[in-house]
């Protein structure tokens, strides 16, 4: 049976979500994800994954619609998505390209994530330097870079109360406390990684799935980094961060990390 789709990609039985992520009129109602960020999240894995690699020319909005089952309106809101993450871009009545990452402008040039074993490496990876900027951005931060990570936090806020996990608007937000720390090195880093960094954040959405509580614990986990942050509390921002990632990493290796050992 076809769900005929409202206006904003929403099934027409989604119901309105409280104020507080999970808090609705009725116990145990749920809010269907919107089609847009499905979309979104299978556009970002076939660029990640190379089916669209980079350079390229994406089919036009009516052929990736035909691809994916979906209205062209939904197709043109993630696509939308996809060039605020910075991974496409649009030349005038030519199309929309799969950006390519300059590494010799960026002098930083990471391996394609290829296996689980890499997805480990790159959480281990960015332990060594996400929580230094947290630390930094809690010391350095001025109004523009907490309006800036607010912002990310408010639509991870209105995700959760969705009941679904926007790994383009994580990105954003790990990326506004790069920006806070006015440090460039951290977030030419982050920039590089974009994309091996997203495999990682669509796999830990998945995980999220199921019981509230989880989407609702990772949105406090963004959340109390936040806080840290604009309340200047150093060592709290960085403890806060550290906790975070290493969480995410349990949560989609179920706390089986896999030993790296040559």
């Known amino acids: 049976m076809t769900t005929e789709l409202q206006q904003d990609g929403t099934e027409p039985d989604a119901t309105e979500a409280g104020e507080k992520p999970g808090n609705g009129s009725a116990k145990g109602a749920s809010k269907a994800p919107k089609l847009v960020d499905k979309v ?3 556009l970002q894995e076939r660029i990640v994954s190379g089916e669209f690699p980079s350079g390229s020319k994406l089919p036009g909005e009516h052929d990736l619609a035909t691809l994916l089952g979906v209205s062209r309106p939904v197709v043109r809101d993630a696509l939308g998505r996809l060039r605020d993450v910075g991974l496409v871009y649009s030349r005038q009545g030519s199309g929309t390209y799969v950006r390519v990452f300059d590494t010799q402008k960026t002098n930083l040039g990471f391996s394609p994530v290829k296996t689980i074993a890499d997805i480990q490496r790159c959480y281990e990876f960015r332990l060594t330097i996400e929580p230094e900027a947290a630390y930094f951005a809690a010391l350095r931060h001025d109004d523009a870079a907490m309006q800036k990570m607010r912002a990310a936090l408010s639509e991870l806020r209105d995700a959760t109360r969705d009941q679904t996990h926007r790994s383009d608007v994580d990105f954003l ?50 959340r109390g980094i936040c806080d840290a942050i604009a309340a200047g509390e150093a060592e709290l921002a960085r403890d806060r961060m550290r906790e975070h990632l290493e969480g995410s990493r349990n949560r989609l290796f179920e706390n089986k990390v896999l030993d790296l050992s040559r």
């Open 40 to 42: 979104f999240d299978q």
């Open 173 to 222: 937000f790990h990326r506004s406390v790069a920006e806070a720390a006015n440090n460039h090195y951290y977030t030419a880093c982050l920039d590089a990684l974009r994309q091996h960094i997203a495999v990682g954040m669509n796999l830990h959405g998945l995980s999220l799935m199921g019981p509230l509580t989880k989407l609702e614990q990772v949105y406090d986990e963004h």
